[in-house]
């Protein structure tokens, strides 16, 4: 089944610097990539996706990059703030049939 | 617009019995997909609701089951728990079936079982 890695399971940085995690699947067949914040007490909320037929996404600060070749899909923060520490999760769905986490990223966003 | 509601917010239980939790979606979602949310396992796909029928399953043993009603509401049921159940429970709703739209999540049921 398809497996996805997120790297790095933590990161800490000064905040106005960028933050990136970076995810990888095994599936070809992956075609939706969602990336979820998640912080204490509540349930993951969706922050940015990408579908297989685009490169790259961005909403203002956060940017998504897929690298279809490589299988990996990125996460890029800009300008981070302090609001922005949370837990980060990538996901990849196959066909629409399965959906698969990674592990999560703990972003500390240090004033 | 209210979110995606879930009750309990907290429960206890012990080995050997069971559990039902209750997820009501954003209005005018009919898919209801449910998670299991773990440290070590992290989060995992149970199964996913469409019209009252499970369209997707995950992983999980047969003790895991779910239904749909007509007004989209989920319920999950867990029976014969085991110390491993312990987790945090996530529904997440959105319009269509599948994951090809945007999935809004609850705050989640956490589960302990002692």
């Known amino acids: 089944g398809e497996n996805v890695e997120q790297h790095p399971s933590t990161l800490s940085v000064q905040e106005g610097d960028s933050a990136v995690i970076k995810c990888t699947y095994s599936d070809s067949a992956s075609n939706y990539f969602p990336w979820y914040k998640q912080e204490l007490g509540k349930g993951p909320q969706l922050i940015i996706d990408i579908r297989s037929n685009v490169g790259e996404k961005k909403d203002q600060r956060i940017a998504v990059t897929l690298n279809k070749t490589a299988k990996h899909f990125s996460l890029h923060i800009t300008e981070t703030q302090p609001e922005d520490s949370a837990v980060y999760f990538c996901?990849?769905?196959?066909?629409?049939?399965?959906?698969?986490f990674g592990a999560g990223t703990r972003l500390t966003v240090k004033p | 617009k209210a979110g995606v509601t879930q009750t309990p917010r907290y429960l206890i239980k012990t080995r050997g019995q069971q559990v039902t939790l209750s997820c009501s979606p954003i209005?005018?979602?009919?898919?209801v997909s449910w998670y299991q949310q773990t440290p070590g396992q992290g989060l995992q796909f149970l199964f996913e609701y469409f019209s009252e029928t499970q369209r997707n399953k995950g992983n999980f043993p047969g003790r895991f089951s779910g239904r749909q009603f007509s007004n989209s509401r989920s319920e999950m049921n867990v029976s014969t728990l085991e110390l491993g159940d312990s987790a945090l429970y996530l529904c997440?709703?959105?319009?269509?079936?599948?994951?090809?739209?945007?999935?809004?999540f609850g705050p989640g049921t956490r589960l302990l079982v002692l």
């Open positions: 996901a990849a769905s196959i066909g629409g049939n399965d959906m698969r």
């Open positions: 997440a709703s959105s319009r269509g079936q599948g994951f090809r739209e945007t999935q809004y």
């Open positions: 209005s005018g979602h009919r898919s």
